[in-house]
């Protein structure tokens, strides 16, 4: 018996569940998929008095096109996003990343909602949401919140969610003609967390490039837009020189720290090189319409 | 005071009831309430991959689940790939013939990630067996015999559909 005792739920409605959170708020954590918060559990780092499991939620697990984009509920598996055929199509940079989080075991019980929620700064799904300006939507007994990812991820695994609040689910916004995604990372091991990777988006509107998107995991206390590279792929077009200078620029603009796993200059040097390979990939798959 | 909560559970075809602890784990549960101690219990953060299992067919860690959440679940666990008890799975017969395994401690979920890994990619190639099983640690092998047996495995399972 590993995890710490804890009272219990297991909420059948979205109703149920928020009403649990305003009752028990900062007592009580969330179980998602589960696949952070139960190691957090066995290694006891966290003793919540109140464990609110909403896999029971049918309400809480879908993916749906929505104002041209992409709706997807909080507790829909990772592995149901990777095959989604509306993720391919709508929101395909989040397709290419979801292939890459974990391993197939870990991705059949993951949840989109439980990765952004936990915003562990190596994660895949936090980067892409920034890249990409989607919308957390949170629900409390006070109403229903719109938090843009500018403003949801606010250190180090910390949100913008209130104690007594739920994501219930993320709205991505429509992917323009002419865009290529791509999702590069590199980590030790196939499936361990990423040192570093790069979330890139680019469309394409003859040479130039219309729309830049590009963000960074591992590479400081949460998910980084990367703004002055997208200013100057924006501006510069999506030359060779141009993708170098951005990658440069990426690489100026993170604030990585050193662990077991990379020193900080290693990390910085890999985003670097991840902002090239992603925005090289992306451009190409925006010019050759494989998106 | 313990928060205890009832489980019906199908593991391997045959029902079973307790009475667990909500805090109880999934893999705990399966050895220690169900006595099917096949199914081992390495990092029990995920990482290792051993205590892999079936979970409506498809592959989750059971040390990253409560026993609760599988209230109604049906559950296949190492003990129940062998199709009797005098027969082996063509995937286990292809870990002896391959020497895919030595002491045996990650060959349970080594056994279960790629019976779902072959259903879904009959004739694999070498690179993606190792991105399969990447997330499952073996100490022993180098894993060299293990994805010689999940190739020749492969093959054998082919072979059995065109006979």
Known sequence: MKPPQFDYHAPGSIEEAVTLLGSYGGDAKVLAGGQSLIPVLNFRLARPGVLIDINRIGALSFIREADGGVAIGATTRQRMIEGSDIVGRRAPLLADATRLIGHLPIRTRGTIGGSLSHADPAAEDPAVVTALDATMVALSKRGERRVPASGFFRSLLTTALEPDELLVRIEFPPTPAGTGTAFVEISRRHGDFALAGVAAQVTLAGDRASEVRLAACGAGPGPIRLAAAEKIVRDGGASAASIEAAAAAAAAGVEPTSDVHASAAYRRDLVRAMTRRALERAVARAAGGTR | ?163
């Open chain 2, 1 to 163: 005071m313990k928060d205890m909560r009832k489980v019906s559970v199908t593991v391997n075809g045959k029902s079973y009831a307790r009475e667990v602890e909500t805090r109880l784990l999934l893999s705990d549960f399966i050895r220690h309430e169900l006595e099917l101690t096949g199914t081992h219990v390495g990092c029990e953060h995920g990482v290792c991959g051993a205590c892999t299992i079936l979970l409506e067919g498809r592959t989750a860690r059971s040390c990253l689940m409560l026993a609760v959440q599988v209230d109604g679940a049906n559950i296949t666990t190492v003990e129940g790939i062998a199709p009797s008890e005098k027969e082996l799975h063509p995937l286990q017969q292809a870990f002896m013939d391959n020497h895919g395994l030595q002491c045996g401690y990650c060959t349970p979920g080594m056994l279960t990630t790629l019976i779902e890994f072959l259903q879904d990619n009959p004739d694999p190639t070498e690179h993606e067996v190792r991105v399969a099983i990447s997330g499952n640690l073996c100490r022993c092998t180098g894993y060299q015999g293990i994805v010689d047996a999940a190739l020749d495995a492969a093959k054998r399972l082919q072979g059995g559909k065109r006979a």
